[in-house]
Structures are given as structure tokens and as C-alpha cells.
């Protein structure tokens, strides 16, 4: 897998960068035989062929990590969603079919995509930086902690750090619930991950770390205790 690189651990977490970018017609049928039906139907359901192909891109690379690490083939690893946490429903974090010890979680934006694997519930994000017009919609959401560390940043007279700041606390937030299993579906002002580099929070004892990207992305990862 030339295009997929394994980074440096965080905390229990193994972490791989994946550049999906192909010509897209270089990926015409690669799924085929290797993606279960759901993920050729979602495949299927881009509207482009470009997000068709990253889409295809990160996928397989999943199934190449996770088939190497179970001693099977990519195409022989089967997925199930565990229940939701919030409502019991059959929509929560995917897993690996009768594997209880081992959890990854799958993230892509861009040109890129991080997968993760740990022994406990894991939750994996990476963005494109966000604008500084995309930045200003997702502070208002955000931890009144947080809200007050962006505020002392704009009274530091930071601007350039702004919207830095609201996507590391971003990539964060959504990594922590990603474990969690309830995504979005849980209010992003409910738990505190931070803003400031270096320091982020670890609500209920989760170990939440940022993660080293190329320029333009920001990315992160969160570990259950225990």
C-alpha cells in the first residue's frame, strides 16, 4: 500500500495517514470483490468521481490494516455497528464482526485519511483547515471553556490564530465523540477538549491527542480509558 503510511502512536492508539487522491478512472472496479454492499452502494452515491475514489481509496486501505492485523484477507473483514449509545438504535460506532479487542475508527477530508486501531473505543478526525468564515459557525457551538480561550485570543489581538484554534478544538471534539459512538448527535458545548495547543482536555478520563498532519489539515485522536 505505497500511498498509506503508519505515524507515530498516541497514547494506545495506532495511527495510519492515507493519501487518496488517484486519477479516478484508476479506480474504476478496484472495490469490487474487497467493499461489502454498503460501502459499494455509498460509493456508488457520490456524486463525483473524485469523492468516489478517495471515498474507495480509504476504504481499502482500511480493510488492507485491519486484514493484516487479523490474519485475513481485506475483503473477508465484515463490519457491524454496535447500538448507539444515546438512543440503543443500530447506528453507533462500526466494528469488526466478533472481534471485541479491536477498534479502529476511519476519518477522511481532502485529499487525506487517518485510520486508527486500538484496544479500547477510538475515535479518529482529520479536516481541511477551516476558514476563517467556517471558523466563526463552529466557535458558537463549541465549551463555554472554550469559547473563553478563543475570546482571549481575540483579545491578544490573534486573528491568524482563530480559526487555528477552532479546528484543533474541532478535530478534537469530533474524535472524542467518534469513540463515544454518538457522533454529532451529542451537543458540541457539552464537553471540554480545548482550544490551545499542546493541552488538550480528557473528558470522563479519555486520552485526547493531536495528531501530525500535513500543512492545511488538522487531525486527532481519542482513547477510552482502560
Known amino acids: 500500500m505505497d500511498d498509506v503510511r503508519e505515524l507515530a502512536p498516541q497514547d494506545r492508539a495506532r495511527l495510519w495517514l492515507v493519501r487518496t487522491d488517484r486519477r479516478p478512472e484508476d479506480d474504476d472496479g478496484r472495490g469490487a470483490g474487497v467493499l461489502d454492499e454498503g460501502e459499494l452502494r455509498r460509493a456508488a452515491g457520490f456524486r463525483f468521481a473524485r469523492h468516489r475514489a478517495r471515498y474507495v481509496a480509504a476504504h481499502l486501505a482500511l480493510r488492507g490494516i485491519l486484514g493484516e492485523r487479523l490474519g485475513c484477507a481485506p475483503g473477508d473483514v465484515r463490519f457491524v455497528r454496535e447500538p448507539c449509545p444515546e438512543c440503543d438504535g443500530p447506528h453507533g460506532r462500526p466494528a469488526v464482526a466478533d472481534t471485541p479487542d479491536l477498534h479502529f475508527s476511519l476519518s477522511h477530508s481532502g485529499d487525506l485519511a487517518l485510520i486508527a486501531l486500538a484496544p479500547a473505543p477510538v475515535g479518529a478526525d482529520i479536516e481541511e483547515l477551516p476558514t476563517a468564515e467556517v471558523a466563526r459557525d463552529l466557535a ?60 488538550p482536555g480528557a473528558p470522563d478520563g479519555w486520552a485526547v491527542r493531536d495528531v501530525p498532519v500535513p500543512d492545511g489539515y488538522l487531525a486527532a485522536v481519542a482513547v477510552a480509558p482502560g
Open 140 to 199: 458558537v457551538v463549541l465549551h463555554p471553556r472554550e469559547r473563553a480561550e478563543l475570546n482571549g485570543l481575540d483579545a491578544l489581538d490573534a486573528p491568524s490564530e482563530h480559526h487555528v484554534a477552532v479546528g484543533r478544538a474541532w478535530v478534537r471534539k469530533e474524535a472524542y465523540l467518534k469513540g463515544l459512538g454518538t457522533g454529532l448527535a451529542r451537543a458540541a458545548d457539552l464537553d471540554y477538549v480545548g482550544t490551545l495547543p499542546d493541552a
